[in-house]
């Protein structure tokens, strides 16, 4: 995997492919097995929420990677040392809790971001070429992975009744109610807050002179970061 300096707008080097983005295949094949059914006993809960867990990764470790790259100061080293660890963790709990930790950190740094454009358009223009294409790659994998939460969304209804009215349903998955709840209710939210990916950031990159094509379709296939 590439290293790639912190110079001006700086750009960590984490293999996101090692990080969790592997999953991020599951999340992008959402089947009438798990949205779009009627009846709550019809619904596939372990596929949901391993679709799920596995959006909430994508999502949180490409939004991470764009604060991380607007960020010059103490954040930015953060996110990085946090990503490293996520990338070695291998339980799923753990995973967990160091998404949470990253999304707390990442809405920290993003909203300071937008507080003042000024200063985050200046260091966007700096970029050079090889940065501008790392950013470009998270931001795609952003944008898909908020796709991937409002396609899911059609069916967290019926998830929810579903694992309520039968808590035997996540035996198989690891999850007991409590989390597979929040894990649900992280999924809408996502959804329901998916501008910040689709409108926002696109709009802050053509300000600053970034050309990039927004994804359409949530079954686009990520980026490979480790390769940029």
Known sequence: MKKIA???????????????FGLSNLASNVTQ???GTSSATSVN??????QARATNYLFQQSRAA???????????KEIQTKLATLSKTSNLQEKDAQIKELAKLSETVLSAAKKDENQTLEQLKTLSAQKKQYLLGAAKNYAIAALMAKDLAQGSKQVSMAIV?????????GMNLTSAQGLVSDVGGIAK??????????????????????PTNAKTKPVDLSNL
């Open 165 to 173: 009215s039968n808590p035997q349903s996540l035996v198989s998955t």
């Open 193 to 214: 807050n998916s501008s910040m990916a689709l409108v926002e950031v696109p709009q802050l990159f053509k300000k600053a002179g970034i050309d990039f094509q927004v």
């Open 33 to 35: 097995s798990v949205v």
């Open 6 to 20: 912190a110079i001006s707008l700086t750009v960590f080097s984490v293999s996101m492919a090692h990080a969790g």
């Open 45 to 50: 809960v372990g596929d949901f929420l391993t």
């Open 66 to 76: 764009l604060a991380a790259a607007i960020s010059t100061g103490a954040d930015s």
